[in-house]
């Protein structure tokens, strides 16, 4: 199995800035993109941002210009850097990965437990 676990989230003031980190471990081959979702109350769970193993990122453009995501992809991990976080920013944050767990697995996207971030205003 993969298991990924996430840190960093938390309580911060609008304007401030929060850097989340994702690593996973366990039986993995390959990973083709690791990419952090979030999921407000009351919401459907949405794509923040996602980097592939190559280096190109993504974003939603509610976080673009604000939100910069990074990996090393050697060890498995992604991060996360919140800067001018909003009160609509406040969700529960997920690390997902899309990977394999041998040279013959079919590539599948597993997901972390989440941590939680709350801008107040």
């Known amino acids: 199995q993969v298991q990924l676990v996430e840190s960093g989230g938390g309580l911060v003031q609008a304007g401030g800035s929060l850097r989340l980190s994702c690593a996973a471990s366990g039986s993995i081959f390959s990973i083709n993109s690791m990419d952090w979702y979030r999921q407000a109350p009351g919401k459907q769970r949405e794509l923040v941002a996602s980097?592939?193993?190559?280096?190109?990122?993504n974003y939603a453009d509610s976080v673009k210009g604000r939100f910069t995501i990074s990996s090393d992809f050697a060890k498995n991990t992604v991060y996360l850097q919140m800067n001018s976080l909003k009160p609509e920013d406040t969700a529960v944050y997920y690390c997902?990965?899309?990977?394999?767990?041998?040279?013959?697995?079919?590539?599948?996207?597993?997901w972390g437990q989440g941590t939680q971030v709350t801008v107040s205003s």
């Open positions: 980097i592939i193993s190559g280096g190109i990122t």
């Open positions: 997902t990965t899309n990977a394999k767990r041998y040279s013959g697995d079919v590539a599948r996207r597993y």
